[in-house]
């Protein structure tokens, strides 16, 4: 994992990923510690959610990604609510579910051009994988994005 680096608010964070070896900073998405055009790609699992301006974070992750360079991201789908296992309301600090149609809107007014959005349901066993398998199509739990910050 070559140029691999967490970035987190949270001091404890910090503390999982320093007793694991891992490099970590400690940061804020609206406000990366990186210089403009210096990275390849930047990966957010379950964090646009959270904001209540999304938008600031779609701007730091541009300025900060390459022409050509990648962005990832994994969100709850406005379906998550339904789900008694891992429900958005459960989490207080959870802001907005996202839509296909929202975060398609919300990526391509941050500048980006979308490789594809998927959604998905997770399992913790068998069974469950493949009930999430169909899930996932009709009524996924989550949205994964990949989108590019054009060349130009």
């Not at 001091?11 to 210096?38: E, K, M, N, T, Y």
């Not at 050509?68 to 891992?86: D, E, I, N, R, T």
Request: proline content about 9%; charged content about 20%; hydrophobic content about 45%.
């Amino acid at each position: 994992m070559e140029g691999v680096l967490g970035l987190d608010p949270e001091p404890s964070a910090a503390r999982i990923c320093d007793a694991q070896g891992l490099p970590f900073l400690l940061g804020d998405a609206v406000a990366l510690p990186f210089g403009p055009a210096s990275l390849d790609v930047v990966r957010a699992k379950e964090v646009i959610e959270h904001l209540t301006h999304p938008m600031s974070m779609l701007r730091e992750v541009h300025r900060v990604l390459r022409p050509g360079g990648l962005f990832l991201c994994h969100v709850p789908s406005q379906f998550s609510a339904l789900y008694p296992v891992g429900n958005f309301w459960d989490d207080y600090t959870h802001v907005r579910p996202l839509s296909r149609v929202g975060l398609r809107r919300l990526l391509e007014d941050g500048g980006f051009e979308i490789g594809f959005i998927r959604g998905y349901t997770s399992g913790r066993n068998l069974p469950e994988r493949f009930l999430g398998r169909l899930l996932g199509v009709v009524l996924p739990h989550m949205w994964r994005a990949l989108a590019r910050k054009p060349l130009s």
